[in-house]
């Protein structure tokens, strides 16, 4: 089961943060080495609840504080009962309550000769997705409250990843700071003229930009939480210069992750790379069953399998897979949207080639191998059995799940390396590449997405 395969990776890993985080803080402080990351920061104590935009800003800035901690981005989110102001999970459950970007994590000191090195854990742990899991995980087993009564508060705007996924979800979303990069109001307009209709609607809705002492007034709709409070205004340009700061360190604490793939060696004919191949066949039992010859040229073997994925998972309407540069498809889910209505195809097939790797690199067995086998996501191909739909918002989430994971600037390639068997489930490619041309700068310029058929 993709679904909870994946998710229970992502909780487990979590938990053992806040576990371990007194521990780490320890160690880190005692080093008398230079750090190239963040200074170190307790794992936050979470209040129950909060009663106005500064102290939800305050908590979620916390948070992200400890993103940086980590080794990897300081950004934050938590979802808050809008009639009461409790913080859900600090409520509900006394192991999740708010949550940092995990994008990236320093690797054990083990394996790193006591350096601090991070490297990418998934491109997909962002804040408000990994919140959104949480909340669908426990939903019934907390009664938990409605989405339209919670406000997702976050640090930084949601990117479109996460935007397709809280739309989808139904939260209303708190915003702190803008991202012109990345973030659903890149322009910081509020009008969101990079969503497709009816997501645009939506969102004017279930989106609300904090006004500041001094500074903006409110921009968005009358649903979120604290909407008519406002914060401090060195809160929310903390929240940008932490996030800021935190890029350039997890550059520059960043183990080379990015190998080019004529430095490597194929995991299917390297006997040293046993371990590798039966991770990922634990992930995902379809991993290395099937090898193109070239691979961006997938196969009618591969369109098959996508089929069956779909048709053997309870609910699920489409699938997707992973084919890194040797060939090989190491990961390839069908959704599971029947128990999750936001865990795409794609996500699952991202998270589990992702997750993978970081386990991998991370344990000191299997730590050179996993170096020389693996490289970043961006240089094999995605295959989707459908196009992803334009006007649907988990298919949004799947554009921005694809842009976070590239993440850089790629040179245009004929065969694309995002490709699909077949058409969107509705809604056409035309208007799908409209929907990518309007998208924030990440998406439409730096990465700038190009779906193709398979031919
Ligand atoms: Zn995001």
Known sequence: MPEQLTRRNLLKAATVISAVSAVGLTACSSSSTPQATASPVASPTLPKTVSNAEEAGQLVLQYAKYGASIGSYAIAGA???NATGNV???????????????????????????SNESFPFDPTAHGERQLTYWYFENRKKLNLPDPQDITLVTSLDPCAMCTGTVLAAGFNVGVFAIDPFAGINFNSTGTFVDLPEPLRAQAKRRFGYYGTQGGR??????????????????????????????SDNVLASRKGSDTDPSQLVDPATN??????????????PSAFSIKLANYRQPTPALHALLKKLRDTTPGAKSAAAYVDPFGNVLSAFADSMATDPVATALQNVIQAYSQTRFNLTNSSSTHDIALKSLTSAKYGTFVFLNA?????????????????????KAPVLDPSPFQYFEPPLSGT???????????PPLYSQLVAINPQPVR
């Open 79 to 81: 979802l808050i009962h």
């Open 88 to 114: 859900i999970g600090a409520v509900a459950s006394n192991v999740l309550f708010a949550i940092q970007n995990r994008v990236n994590q320093f690797l054990d000191q083990a394996v790193t000769s006591g």
């Open 217 to 246: 007034a409110y921009v968005g709709g009358p649903s979120v939480a604290f909407s008519g409070t406002l914060a401090n205004q060195s809160t929310l340009d903390d929240c940008y210069s932490v996030y800021k700061a935190s």
């Open 271 to 284: 006997p040293q790379a046993a371990a590798v191949i039966s991770a990922y066949q634990q992930a995902c």
């Open 388 to 408: 992803p739909s334009p006007r649907v918002a988990t298919s949004f989430a799947d554009l921005g799940a694809y842009g976070s994971t590239v993440g850089t």
């Open 429 to 439: 490619v035309s208007e799908l590449r409209k929907v990518i041309a309007a998208m």
